[in-house]
């Protein structure tokens, strides 16, 4: 009875043992393993059983992409202008191997050749070319870092310039400066709207005198057609008036009475002097005679 417990603890122990033996390694993630102190193996993502007592996980690596936000750093400049400038620094681990037994702390390894780099960079600039040339600064630095860090399995992806600080007098001038701009491009501005403004009503008036003067050459027109079409009517009852008396072969009486009646017509004008001809003057007196005959009668 005193055996059987005695396996019963035994396989449990070996069971607990195993188990906590095996382990599993999650996705973008290795692990570096030691056997008797010694590199043994890298493991990726899966099962794997570790041999008791003889090997040991020595560090856990992530593969994604990491990011370090270094504090801002003195630099000075060529001009001997001395100013703030923090940095952040995209990388990742491509060697775990070389992560783990290539520096003994990576991050601060990091971000002392990042300040190295950023001051040697910024040293060879003056400020005007520090705060115009952020991407040649940040091109400069990302090629020396990941050649420098390559040693110990790590690719620098970015490095960006986070912000630049200058000196507070610098910075107040700059804001001056700043100001000013944005004051003289608000006067162009307003500038060109009443420029723009007084366009458009020297247009607006140059097409209203345009529409005008069309609509007074086309009442015009309309005068002179009319007109035109009223010579025409008068010109045609003349016409068709003189058809009829010829088709009617008028007598040479009745000529001489119209011709009369036309003169009596034109005596009714601004005409001060008409010359009459003798033919209808005895025409006339003709009339005039059968006018008072016939008046006596009465």
């Known amino acids: 009875m005193f055996s059987i417990i005695i396996w019963f603890i035994l396989i449990i ?16 993630q290795v692990k570096v ?10 493991w990726h993502t899966g099962i794997h059983i570790k041999i008791p007592f003889l090997e040991r996980i020595v560090r856990e690596v992530s593969m994604k992409e990491q990011v370090a ?28 191997k070389l992560y783990t037994y290539g520096i003994e702390k990576p991050m601060a390894a990091i971000e002392n050749l990042t300040a190295t780099t950023l001051r040697n960079i910024i040293g060879d600039l003056e400020l005007d070319q520090t705060l115009t040339s952020r991407d040649v600064i940040n091109t400069k630095m990302r090629s020396i870092l990941d050649e420098a860090t390559d040693a110990w399995g790590i ?28 004051e003289r491009r608000e006067a162009i501005l307003v500038a060109e709207g009443k420029k723009q403004s007084a366009i458009l009503v020297a247009e607006g ?91 006596e009668k009465k």
Do not use: C, H, W
């Open 33 to 42: 393993v030691e056997r008797l102190g010694r590199y043994s193996a890298t």
């Open 205 to 295: 008036e140059k097409e209203a005198t345009v529409l005008a003067a069309e609509a007074n050459r086309q009442a015009k027109i309309k005068e002179a057609e009319g007109e035109a079409e009223a010579l025409l009517a008068v010109q045609k009852a003349l016409a068709d008036s003189i058809a009829l008396l010829n088709q009617a072969s008028p007598s040479e009486q009745v000529i001489k009475l119209k011709s009369l009646e036309a003169f009596t017509a034109a005596a009714d004008g601004q005409a001060t002097k008409i010359i009459i001809p003798s033919e209808i003057q005895s025409l006339a007196g003709f009339a005039v005679s059968m006018k008072e005959t016939v008046s």
């Open 155 to 182: 690719k620098i992806n970015r490095v960006e310039l986070k912000n630049i600080i200058p000196p507070a007098a610098i910075q107040e001038a700059m804001e001056k400066q700043m100001k000013a701009e944005r």
């Open 13 to 28: 122990l070996i069971i607990g043992l195993l188990g906590a033996n095996v382990v599993i390694v999650p996705q973008a």
């Open 69 to 96: 936000d270094f504090p801002p750093q003195p630099v000075i400049t060529k001009d001997n202008v001395t100013m703030q400038i923090d940095t952040v620094v995209y990388f990742q681990i491509t060697d775990p």
